[in-house]
């Protein structure tokens, strides 16, 4: 299995910034896209950004060059580094990762989800 503990979250104000972490452990090297979704009181779940194992990524069109996601794959690491910051972005942030086998069942992964708060 895999295991997914996120940190990084915490109460900012408006245009500050945070980086969020997740290490993955237990069987990791088997992960083979990783990305960042997050839920606001009220809202839909959404994806915010992805990253594969060879680096290509994709944001939502919310956070397109506020946001970067990246990725360690020695330590198991993913990452995601918000700047800006804006209310609308306050929420609980997971992290998420994906095994896709050729053979066998796929996977999806998450974490406990850390809590972000954009306020003044």
């Known amino acids: 299995q895999v295991q997914l503990v996120e940190s990084g979250g915490g109460l900012v104000q408006p245009g500050g910034s945070l980086r969020l972490s997740c290490i993955a452990s237990?069987?990791?090297?088997?992960?083979?896209?990783m990305g960042w979704y997050r839920q606001a009181p009220g809202k839909q779940r959404e994806l915010v950004a992805t990253?594969?194992?060879?680096?290509?990524?994709n944001y939502v069109d919310s956070v397109k060059g506020r946001f970067t996601i990246s990725r360690d794959s020695a330590t198991n690491t993913v990452y995601l580094q918000m700047n800006s910051l804006k209310p609308e972005d306050t929420a609980v942030y997971y992290c998420n990762a994906k095994r896709t086998p050729l053979y066998g069942p796929r996977y999806n992964y998450w974490g406990q989800g850390t809590q972000v708060t954009v306020s003044s």
């Open positions: 237990g069987r990791s090297a088997s992960i083979d896209d």
């Open positions: 990253i594969t194992r060879g680096g290509r990524t």
